[in-house]
């Protein structure tokens, strides 16, 4: 898939959240922050834990999901580079109300939240950003819980590989998400989904390299979820 990366020289390139900061800012906010490095399937922290920082992705790919009492999980979204977690936790300055998990090899800034209020402090405009950044969390599970009323099973994983096959043009696009963390996704059982990436792979939308899922027609799939066209 293809990746956003921020810029040589600057770790906070891109980084909605910060931009608008003066140079000299933006340089203290990166030296006040905490390199930090995940491997494949490492958690960055589960439901519960202290919202002690705010973390700033800069490589790799970071799955949230919530836990049932069962131990079933429920991926909420896939995050990459330049998005932030955390910030919900960090103003409320109460415990996690996710867990993360790194699904591809990560890399990361982590911001305490000292520093972090600071900043909103002496920076009145990341409160902007921050109020956008809740509102799309308000709206991305507000449409989740639409779709599972709205959506059959094979229209909610065209829609889940729709987002993250992203804002990639390239004809053909490669996710690295194999069908049971799809499957979490999407909020069904992985053998309906298998069966749902059989279908799209009988039509020719996409095809399947071991864990991974490449995607040939994201028109297609667009369509089947019931999304607009571009």
């Known amino acids: ?3 956003r ?15 608008g900061l003066e140079p000299e800012v933006r340089q203290r906010v990166i030296a006040a922050a905490v390199p930090r490095t995940y491997r494949k399937g490492q958690l960055l ?19 949230v999901f919530r836990t049932a ?3 079933e999980r429920a991926i909420l979204t896939v995050m990459r580079p330049p998005d932030v977690l955390g910030e919900v936790s960090l103003l409320d300055a109460s415990t996690r109300s996710t867990s993360a998990e790194a699904i591809e090899d990560t890399a990361a800034l982590a911001l305490s939240r000292g520093a972090f209020m600071e900043l909103v402090h002496s920076n009145p405009r990341i409160l ?6 809740l509102g799309g969390l308000i709206r991305r599970l ?5 779709d599972h009323v709205f959506l059959d099973l094979p229209g909610r994983v065209a829609k889940t590989l729709v987002r993250l096959a992203g ?21 069904g059982s992985r053998q309906s989904v298998n069966q749902a990436i059989g279908s799209f792979a009988s039509r020719g939308w996409l095809r399947t390299e071991g864990r991974r899922i490449v995607v040939t027609d994201v028109a297609s ?5 019931g999304m607009s066209e571009r």
């Open 1 to 3: 898939m293809e990746m």
């Open 5 to 19: 990366l921020p810029e040589p020289g600057d770790a906070l390139t891109g980084v909605e959240m910060f931009t």
């Open 45 to 63: 922290f589960v439901e519960n834990d202290p919202g002690e920082s705010l973390i700033v992705l800069r490589r790799g790919a970071v799955a």
């Open 69 to 71: 009492p069962t131990g």
């Open 128 to 133: 902007d950003a921050v109020m956008r950044s």
């Open 142 to 146: 507000t449409e989740q819980n639409a």
């Open 167 to 187: 804002e990639s043009q390239a004809p053909m696009i490669t996710i690295e998400l194999n069908q049971s963390q799809l499957a979490e996704m999407a909020g």
């Open 221 to 225: 799939l667009r369509r089947r979820a």
